[in-house]
């Protein structure tokens, strides 16, 4: 669909070069400061978000990767989320988890990738 896949996280950059070695077919670029994430209003996770179920098995695995250094804990109280840019870099659809490691469906993100095409 002519669409350009990048992640950005605010991790070790250790991490990122990790996952492109292993073959993510993207760049991964980091952001310590959380400007982009800033720039596009995502924020931290509330106490009943960090409660869920899902939240709290995923945070359990990023304390164990945190004190092997890993991860960094702040990092994982954020919420996740994703952005689709037009052409002219301006929002076309964002979607802010409310859990950790809660992102969209695949296919959902091929459907609205689908309708910017079109229109």
Do not use: C
């Not at 409660?51 to 996740?80: E, H, L, W």
């Amino acid at each position: 669909m002519g669409a350009a896949v990048i992640a950005v996280g605010g991790s070790y950059d250790y991490q990122a070069q990790h996952l492109m070695d292993k073959g993510i077919p993207f760049p991964l670029y980091l952001d310590p400061d959380y400007a982009f994430r800033d720039a596009l209003e995502f924020g931290a996770l509330r106490w009943w978000q960090l409660m869920s179920p899902k939240s709290m098995v995923n945070y359990a695995k990023v304390i164990t990767k945190a004190r092997q250094g890993k991860v960094r804990p702040k990092d994982s109280i954020r919420t996740p989320g994703m952005v689709i840019l037009d052409p002219d870099l301006n929002v076309a659809y964002r979607f802010e988890g409310n859990a950790l490691g809660d992102y969209p469906d695949v296919d959902d993100i091929m459907r609205r990738l689908q309708v910017l095409v079109d229109n």
